[in-house]
């Protein structure tokens, strides 16, 4: 069965730094994108950004460029969502997905929680 | 980039009608070397991730109930619920995936109960 296994909620300060997680299982991780989805509360879906593990290609939502960081670790099937210095802003339900083109396969979600 | 619009924002049906939803993109997402619409319909339900019911505009994921159908090209898109159950109050989002690597999401339609 192919699955995204999602990292725990989080709980942060503003400034802190995190790292979140998403490992793929049941498929071959290094041959499909892996995408990031935002959902702030009571908020609809955003584009986040995409990695394809195999090379660790990267491309970011002009929205997110330069706010998170995309990256993967290939022997552990394993992608990644990190940042440097949270905001209260960044209080949300992260999705990772898998990218057939059009996402087929969700991960639960991540909840962070950034208050001081 | 594309813009992505549904409608309604709501809708509230009754058990067993039928729920139209539209989308509607800026550009066309019909690529043409491969007559492909670009367009695809997830649920979310109230707690959980979303989850594939169309993609390609008409393609219904396998284990999506027969009740729900994609149709529409280029720029104009509709879901519909042809028999609306109580498992189908939820959040529905069309999402785009031509423009690369911005596959942006539509606003969603909540559909409830009347």
């Known amino acids: 069965e192919v699955q995204l296994v999602q990292s725990g909620a989080e709980v942060k300060k503003p400034g802190e730094s995190l790292k979140i997680s998403c490992k793929g299982s049941?498929?071959?991780?290094?041959?499909?994108?892996i995408g990031w989805v935002r959902q702030m509360p009571g908020k609809g879906l955003e584009w986040m950004g995409i990695i394809y593990p195999g090379d660790s290609d990267t491309r970011y939502s002009p929205s997110f460029q330069g706010q998170v960081t995309i990256s993967a670790d290939k022997s552990i099937s394993t992608a990644y969502l990190q940042w440097s210095s949270l905001k209260a802003s960044d209080t949300a339900m992260y999705y990772c997905a898998r990218l057939l083109v059009y996402m087929d396969v969700w991960g639960k979600g991540t909840t962070v929680t950034v208050s001081s | 980039d594309i813009v992505m619009t549904q409608s309604p924002d709501s809708l509230a049906v009754s058990l067993g009608e039928r729920a139209t939803i539209n989308c509607k993109s800026s550009q066309s997402v019909l690529y043409s070397s491969n007559n492909k619409n670009y367009l695809a319909w997830y649920q979310q339900k109230p707690g959980q991730p979303p989850k594939l019911l169309i993609y390609w505009a008409s393609t219904r994921e396998s284990g999506v109930p027969d009740r729900f159908s994609g149709s529409g090209s280029g720029t104009d898109f509709t879901l519909t619920i042809s028999s609306l159950q109580a498992e189908d109050v939820a959040v529905y989002y069309c999402q785009q995936y031509y423009s690369t690597p911005l596959f942006t999401f539509g606003p969603g339609t909540k559909v409830d109960i009347k």
């Open positions: 049941g498929y071959s991780f290094t041959s499909y994108w």
